[in-house]
């Protein structure tokens, strides 16, 4: 089955960029989507595409994918950017959803 | 605005059975794929299921085949989890999640509802 690789935590200060990996077979073949989700609530989707922005949400969260590594970049970081994040894909081989293991970002 | 509302979760014994329900609204659910995703106490999201919009293909994660079913009524906008023989390894919340396609693959999952525990425990 297809595994999806994160770092479990990345720490950043306030202003400060913060990058998330996801690692994964010729991922750059796929297309990455990025989750955000706080203590006690449900994922919100924060990149779809590989580097697409549902509305609402700030241009600060940029995506990108290219060979065994997707990226989600948070620019400019602020406390409430404080969650777990999780990358996802669709697995074409066995028609399954693959979730990654999940990065905690804590704002210093 | 589309909402998803969870329902049928609670503490079962292992080896028994439960059924959990989704009901949607704002949104002509006949069109969309929809998911169960479970995430363990503690521990990380993990996709459970997919059923397509007219129900005519159902995909699961190797590890509740044989156990778990997904299905949809259309016309009730809402969609079920029937889980048999539960394991402790099911303790989970399970949140239900539309497709932003018909559930066919490659799309993201851009509604989730606020999810229901089931605990599997004697």
């Known amino acids: 089955s297809y595994v999806l690789t994160q770092p479990p935590s990345v720490s950043v200060a306030p202003g400060q960029t913060a990058r998330i990996t996801c690692g994964g077979n010729n991922i750059g073949s796929k297309s990455v989507h990025w989750y955000q989700q706080k203590p006690g609530q449900a994922p919100v989707v924060v990149v779809y595409?590989?580097?697409d922005r549902p509305s609402g949400i700030p241009e600060r969260f940029s995506g990108s994918n290219s060979g065994n590594t997707a990226t989600l970049t948070i620019s400019r970081v602020e406390a409430g950017d404080e969650a777990d994040y999780y990358c996802q894909v669709w697995d074409r081989t066995s028609d399954h959803y693959v979730f990654g293991t999940g990065t905690k970002v804590t704002v210093l | 605005q589309v909402q998803l509302v969870e329902s049928g979760g609670g503490v079962v014994q292992p080896g028994r059975s439960l059924r959990l329900s989704c009901v949607a609204s704002g949104f002509t659910f006949s069109t969309y794929g929809m998911h169960w995703v479970r995430q363990a106490p503690g521990k990380g999201l993990e996709w459970v299921a997919v059923i397509w919009h007219d129900g005519s293909n159902k995909y699961y994660v190797d590890s509740v085949k044989g156990r778990i079913t997904i299905s949809r009524d259309n016309s009730k906008n809402t969609l079920y989890l029937q889980m048999n023989s539960l394991r402790g390894e099911d303790t989970a919340v399970y949140y239900c999640?539309?497709?932003?396609?018909?559930?066919?693959?490659?799309?993201?999952?851009?509604?989730w509802g606020q999810g229901t525990l089931v605990t599997v425990s004697s």
């Open positions: 999640a539309r497709d932003y396609g018909q559930g066919s693959g490659y799309y993201h999952f851009d509604y």
């Open positions: 595409d590989d580097s």
